[in-house]
């Protein structure tokens, strides 16, 4: 069983920056890719990237490409979600995913509680 829990979710201006961060709390951490999704309420949750197990891959969905960047460090358990030049359509509750690969939530088995990102005009 993986357990997920994000942070650094917040209220910032268009513009600006935000960091989220994914902690696992199991050893395991660097053998499995991790995602992450986003949903407005009303909305299906969306694809917003992809990091494999050791790092060397990723994938972004097109509406955040070259303003969003994922990594992770497995010596902490952690990946993370840098977001920059944020604008108010990126408002949304963020979750990462574990155990999968692909853009639909379908793929992917685990999933955190989620972080709340709201981007002000």
């Known amino acids: 069983h993986v357990q997920l829990v994000e942070s650094g979710g917040g209220l910032v201006q268009s513009g600006g920056s935000l960091r989220l961060s994914c902690e696992a709390a199991?050893?395991?951490?660097?053998?499995?890719?991790i995602g992450w999704f986003r949903q407005v309420p009303g909305k299906e949750r969306e694809f917003v990237g992809a990091?494999?197990?050791?790092?060397?891959?990723?994938d972004y969905a097109d509406s955040v490409k070259g303003r969003f960047t994922i990594s992770r460090d497995n010596g902490k358990n952690t990946a993370y979600l840098q977001m920059n030049s944020l604008k108010p359509n990126d408002t949304a509750i963020y979750y990462c995913a574990a155990w999968g690969w692909g853009a639909t939530d379908d793929k992917w088995n685990y999933w955190g509680r989620g972080t709340q990102v709201t981007v002000s005009s």
């Open positions: 990091i494999n197990y050791s790092g060397s891959l990723t």
């Open positions: 199991e050893s395991t951490f660097k053998t499995y890719n």
